[in-house]
């Protein structure tokens, strides 16, 4: 059989596909020595960017250089940088920063993309064979990285909160349930945009201890938290439940199992909201983020990114009924609305 000939452009292209990995190494980098928040109150050199970051001048302008070669950051005259907006996503503590992302995902997740064939061929999670032990486990023994990563959530769901807001009415629930709902900012924002209803933050007892110890004050007469495993069970009784970024931490039958728990927690006509990334069922050879953070969740956990009619699949083999898929304004997440009838 003939062999394909290999056309110099492609080999160009993929050098360019390996680079990204080069530049994601400059950006965790970045994330490290906080340049971001360096820069924040004005242009810099590198000799006192160096200073500050206790880091050698002639290395770090190579960094430097890469990073706003790619847009991230911008070099002035003189070995000067500033920040600029793309940069300024690495800046600490903001809404919409997603530096504490990248350091999770170049860190302790980073092992298992390197670990895909295994995947590959045993069907296994990678960040199990490497770290001997499964993510939400990993989080527990180590809790400062544990919170880093939950800032990175924190920082990713800012991204889509207005949009959330902004898309679907919440006014006429009067209670509201955040399965999973960690450290509030979910719930405070439908609270905020709704001012006859309540609020139950709902997790895992060592998560919801940081709830209660951060809930801002203007929320407390409204907003009550609950403890427990939605693989056990959810609050009964609410008129609306919600889960962000949950379904597609699972695979399947966990899934069906959190779906069976929420409806069986729902009076007829409440209704769940399921927060995700939706893949197109059309969408072969078509880019989509949800097709690439599908990889993060292959390398991470037993989750995976799902099309509609596969999410279709497991709501209605939990008992409940698709009504309609909403979009937000961004790719990155859908609203899939459920009912129990």
């Not at 002639?58 to 000067?80: C, D």
């Not at 069907?123 to 990563?149: Q, S």
């Not at 709704?194 to 609020?199: A, E, L, P």
């Not at 729902?266 to 953070?293: C, F």
Request: charged content about 25%; glycine content about 8%.
């Amino acid at each position: 059989m003939k062999k394909q000939l290999i056309k110099p452009e492609f080999t160009e292209k993929m050098f360019e596909m390996l680079g990204g990995m080069w530049i994601t190494g400059c950006i965790k980098t970045a994330a490290e020595l906080n340049i971001a928040d360096h820069l924040e109150a004005g242009p810099q050199t590198i000799s006192s960017l160096a200073k500050k970051t206790g880091s050698q001048e002639k290395p770090l302008y190579r960094i430097m250089r890469a990073l706003s070669s790619v847009g991230i950051f911008e070099e002035l005259e003189n070995k000067t940088f500033r920040l600029n907006d793309f940069g300024a996503t690495l800046l600490t503590g903001v809404p919409g920063t997603v530096k504490d992302f990248v350091l999770a995902n170049l860190s302790e997740h980073f092992p298992g993309f390197m670990k895909l064939t295994y995947c590959a061929q045993t069907g296994k999670v990678p960040f199990e064979h490497v770290h001997a032990m499964n993510l939400w486990e990993y989080y527990k023994e180590y809790p400062e990285l544990g919170a880093n990563f939950g800032r990175g959530m924190t920082g990713l769901s800012n991204m889509e909160l207005s949009g959330i807001i902004k898309t679907y009415d919440f006014s006429p629930y009067k209670t509201v349930v955040d399965v999973g709902g960690g450290n509030g900012i979910m719930m405070y924002a439908i609270l905020n945009a709704t001012s006859g209803s309540s609020g139950i933050i709902f997790d895992e007892e060592h998560v919801i201890a940081d709830t209660i110890r951060l809930m801002p004050e203007n929320m407390k007469e409204r907003c009550s938290v609950a403890t427990g495993n939605f693989f056990d069970k959810v609050p009964a009784g609410a008129d609306l439940y919600t889960m962000k970024w949950i379904i597609h931490d699972w695979n399947d039958d966990e899934c069906i199992q959190i779906l069976k728990n929420c409806c069986e927690a729902m009076p007829k006509g409440a209704r769940l909201l399921i927060i995700d990334a939706v893949i197109p069922d059309d969408s072969q050879n078509k880019p989509h983020p949800a097709k690439l953070l599908d990889i993060v969740m292959m390398a991470c956990i037993t989750g995976r990114e799902r099309t509609l009619s596969e999410f279709k699949e497991l709501i209605e083999k939990a008992g409940l009924q698709c009504n309609q898929l909403i979009s937000i304004g961004t790719e990155a997440k859908s609203i899939i609305e459920c009912e129990k009838v």
